[in-house]
């Protein structure tokens, strides 16, 4: 793979949303540094938002069979989220590397700058494509077919915002489908739990990706990028809200259909706190350090559910 050098590499090791002092930060050699960006290995949030709904749904699938955590599932389903995050980022800045350039938070990105040609990227894509694929090979054929389908959706992403004002809910289409994949991995068939486990998915990832939007609001209204945080504008954070609440009853009934259980519910009202706790500082004229704090919160929120549906897991078996 060959690297451009370009009078911007010097800065592009703190990226503005990049954990600056990340271990693989300081620890990469140079000519790899690039490519631990464009995969965003130094912003892991979005490999956690990618892998949390495959953990929850896969919890929830153990708990109603009552066998307990599949730790094999939930170790495959970290490593494809990964690899996965990193080949629909590398996809993503391939597609918008234009637009990139012409962004303040993103025009020090690898291909943005310069520093990695196209041609690498794309090999780049299929060398983490290829680790994904053989994770999705160690499941069920249900599984699999579903997780192959899935790609269409990562293909039309990085378009959606030249025509539509709701690309987050595109990007939540994809975010989401842990959801489906877990339970099919477990059970070997499409429930009805996992159908409203991926709706409330769906519905946060809308939300937390409208906050990440108002990090570049003045931006994208130049260069005439849409997305739900320009188009709820004052309002943004009634929207929020609403979205939040409509995930959290998405995640209950998920939880009545697969057979309850204290713990579960638990989790729940633990995910609705922090939801709500977001909403409550969610704001058109947030600064960006906010936005992007308020964003990387919902590691914890996913967590905080999944702990509850694990602990259900566990539970069950006794």
């Known amino acids: 793979m060959s690297i451009r050098r370009s009078g ?32 965003r290995l130094d912003r892991p949030i979005g490999w956690w938002l990618l892998l ?12 109603a069979l009552r066998e307990g955590p599949n730790f094999w599932h939930l170790t495959l389903f970290f490593i494809g989220a990964v690899v996965m995050r990193g080949a629909g980022s590398t996809y993503n800045d391939y597609v918008d590397r234009d637009i990139d350039a ?21 090999v780049f894509i299929v060398a983490q494509c290829l680790v994904g694929l053989a994770v999705l090979l160690s499941f069920n054929g249900l599984t699999i077919a579903l997780g192959l389908i899935s790609l269409l959706i990562v293909l039309i992403y990085p378009f959606a915002k030249r025509f539509t004002s709701w690309p987050q809910a595109i990007l939540g289409s994809a975010f989401a489908y842990g959801a489906l994949l877990g339970w099919t991995a477990q059970t070997g068939a499409i429930g009805a739990p996992a159908l409203f486990l991926y709706a409330a998915a769906i ?23 849409r997305s739900t945080a320009r188009l709820f504008g004052p309002r943004v954070q009634l929207a929020v809200g609403a979205l939040y609440a409509l995930s959290v009853a998405s995640a209950a009934i998920a939880v009545l259909l697969a057979g309850g259980g204290w713990l579960s519910y638990l989790g729940v ?28 919160s919902n590691r914890d929120a996913g967590l905080v559910l999944f702990a509850g549906f694990f602990a259900q897991s566990v539970a069950s078996l006794f």
């Open 52 to 63: 949390l709904p495959c953990w929850e749904s896969s919890a929830v699938a153990s708990g």
């Open 269 to 296: 009202t633990a995910y609705a706190a922090h939801l709500a706790w977001q909403t409550a500082q969610t704001r058109e004229d947030a600064a960006p350090a906010t936005a992007l704090r308020l964003f990387r």
């Open 102 to 122: 012409k962004v303040e938070r993103t025009r020090l990105r690898p291909l943005a700058s310069g520093r990695v040609t196209p041609r690498a990227a794309l």
């Open 203 to 225: 519905l946060w990832t809308i939300g937390f990706d409208t906050i990440y939007a108002l990090q570049d609001l003045a931006d994208d209204a130049i260069v005439g990028v």
């Open 8 to 39: 911007d590499s010097p800065g592009a090791a703190a990226l503005p949303d990049a954990i600056a002092d990340h271990a693989l930060l300081r620890r990469a050699p140079p000519a790899l540094l690039p490519f631990l960006q464009l995969a």
